[in-house]
């Protein structure tokens, strides 16, 4: 994938984004696990399993080269798939801003993706037990999970 063309659609969500800061890039990942998975969009990358939900080493690989600074705010040129960007970015930008929202959001719905056949309950533990940050949130991650069925995102 061209490394500026992920850069002008993060720029749709993120004006001034960088790839500085370790928040930008889980937002990065957070943003186009959803775009591809939540919202049929798919732009080339897969995501798998890890520390902080779904990841793409590829796509950190084409950030680092992207030219954010300079790259325009892009679009999908109209029709159907510029019509999803638009509904997703009403999905993503509530939450934007809240790592913890989106790190939750997506690995719930990366595990519900990767095992269809466990339960709710499984899925809350393995995001609990993913590391310290998320121990003893089962009620958030539990909402969480609720807010994505309500958007028929899981």
């Known amino acids: 994938m061209n ?3 992920v850069a002008g659609l993060v720029k749709r969500a993120y004006p001034n984004f960088d790839m500085f800061s370790f928040n930008n890039r889980l937002r990065l990942q957070k943003f186009v ?8 969009l798919n732009i080339g990358y897969e995501f798998s399993w890890y520390t902080y939900g779904p990841y793409c080493m590829e796509l950190t690989k084409d950030a680092f080269q992207a030219d954010f600074a300079n790259t325009p705010q892009i679009k999908f040129g109209g029709g159907e798939a510029e019509k999803k960007f638009e509904t997703f970015l009403l999905f993503f930008n509530r939450k934007k801003e809240d790592n913890r929202w989106l790190e939750i959001a997506s690995s719930a719905h990366l595990l519900s993706r990767l095992f269809p056949k466990i339960d709710e309950k499984e899925i809350v533990s393995i995001i609990e037990n993913k590391h310290s940050n998320f121990k003893g949130r089962e009620k958030e991650i539990k909402a969480i999970m609720r807010e994505l ?6």
């Open 33 to 40: 696990y959803f775009l591809q998975h939540g919202f049929d």
């Open 3 to 5: 490394p500026n063309i």
């Open 149 to 154: 069925k309500e958007l028929r995102l899981m």
